[in-house]
């Protein structure tokens, strides 16, 4: 899929301390589950695509928590975050993930989101001035805004809610390129066919919809992306963005490029934090 402030202190508090996952309330009140890995100076926060959840970051978090401090979320209506939220859109996912930076008080902070995750860390980071010094897509934000009209996603979400897992899994399955492994396909489409139909056509016309230049003029900090070769990108629209844009292709791979070839993955990303980091000390 192409796309794909302030937290009163009454929201911060933490619960669940005694293992797994813990917790906080987002702006709205919906608990948004996370877990914290590493004690490293810079940290990497992952957010999860669209009917994901923080699980898939399974091959990154043992890999990166040596180095830096890692976070995993589960945004709203996923994963073992609340359900309590009627619309669900990118800045409401935005302020799930800045109200766990604020929570752990966090600094030196690069958002990694995949997919719907670019839309949601763009929001996050607005929220965030201050602690986060770059944002890095995962096959995402290869546009500025949307490809699709209203009626085309229309269409779309007329097909999920007649047959919403059998339309999911043709989705999904169509993502990953014709020589991926065979199981590891099984496993994301039948997963992501188990979202809650609620949710997943909710974030999926917001998010496809959502036009993020607005945002994006209110960011200081660069944006760099690791993306699959499966889409182009269009480098042109991303020159009025002027803390500074980059992207890097991996080779044959698809749109889950980190579960495909996790420690190609895991390489590609270290080095591409070292430019990151390299670039602001100039």
Known sequence: MKRMLLIPAILLLLAGCGGGSDSVSSLDGVPIAFEKTGEGDVTLVLVHGWCCDKSYWREQVPALADSFTVVTLDLAGHGDSGLARTDYTM???GADVAAVVAALDLHNVYLIG?????AVIVEAARLLPDRVIGLIGIDTLQETNSLYT???IDGYTQGMQADFSGRMKEMVTGMFPANADTALVRLVSSDMASAPPEVA???FKNYLL???RPSLNQLKAPLWCLNANQYPINFEAWKFYKPGYTAV???DVGHFLFLEKP???NKELVKLIDRMQN???R
């Open 91 to 93: 800045p409401a996912f």
């Open 114 to 118: 995949h997919s719907m995750g670019g």
């Open 150 to 152: 209203e009626e085309q």
């Open 201 to 203: 056509l909710s974030a």
């Open 210 to 212: 959502v036009d993020m």
């Open 249 to 251: 292709v991996m080779q």
């Open 263 to 265: 420690q190609e993955f």
């Open 279 to 281: 670039h602001k000390r």
